[in-house]
């Protein structure tokens, strides 16, 4: 029985995946760099979010405060 829902959920992901191909225009290289670059900053950003609402250092605040600033400036220039 398991297997049957195992078979059925992989062919849900192929075509999801296949569909999400499908959907726009091929991307160009330099347009595909720039998306990853642009995902590789909003991940730094939330992960800087998320250890700066955790920090208790006024140092270590202050340092995270800024690498934000500069991360959101980068996005900022980026698109």
């Known amino acids: 029985m398991a ?8 062919e849900f992901q192929q075509s999801e995946a296949e569909r999400g191909r499908s959907v726009g225009r ?6 595909r760099d720039d998306a990853e670059r642009r995902r590789s900053i909003e991940l730094a950003l939330t992960r ?10 006024a140092a270590h605040r202050r340092m995270l405060e800024q690498a934000i600033a500069d991360l959101e400036r980068q996005l900022g220039s980026n698109g």
């Open 3 to 10: 297997r049957g829902f195992e078979s059925k959920d992989v």
């Open 26 to 31: 091929a991307l160009t290289s330099a347009e």
């Open 48 to 57: 800087s979010r998320t250890d700066l609402a955790r920090a208790t250092s």
